[in-house]
């Protein structure tokens, strides 16, 4: 399995931007395809962007598209979410995980995926 780590959330005013990063240990990476979550207090945990093996195919929730980029880099085992245009309403703890289905799924269910990581939390000021 793949262990994965968040990094770069943290507080930032409405309409400002942050860049989270997902670093993968392990030699499996370059083999799936990988996403984004999101959980804010008291709601369900929620599919935020999704990417191929490659990165040659990205998909995103209607909430954050034109806004969030999502991309990855096999060479460094390492996703990013770029995120502009922050409002309040994006504020949650979020994950980034392995879409186990394989290489090419388009997965955006929590079943879909596995080997969590433990979350970076970003909070967006109005």
């Known amino acids: 399995q793949v262990q994965l780590v968040e990094s770069g959330g943290g507080l930032v005013q409405a309409g400002g931007s942050l860049r989270l990063s997902c670093a993968a240990s392990?030699?499996?990476?370059?083999?799936?395809?990988m996403g984004w979550f999101r959980q804010a207090p008291g709601k369900e945990r929620e599919f935020v962007a999704g990417i191929t093996w490659s990165g040659g195919r990205t998909y995103y929730a209607d909430s954050v598209k034109g806004r969030f980029t999502i991309s990855r880099d096999n060479a460094k085992s390492t996703m990013y979410l770029q995120m502009n245009s922050l409002k309040p309403e994006d504020t949650a703890v979020y994950f980034c995980?392995?879409?186990?289905?394989?290489?090419?799924?388009?997965?955006?269910?929590?079943?879909?995926?596995?080997?969590w990581g433990q979350g970076t939390q970003v909070t967006v000021s109005s």
């Open positions: 995980a392995r879409n186990r289905a394989g290489a090419w799924s388009m997965a955006m269910t929590t079943t879909e995926y596995d080997s």
């Open positions: 392990g030699r499996t990476f370059s083999s799936y395809g």
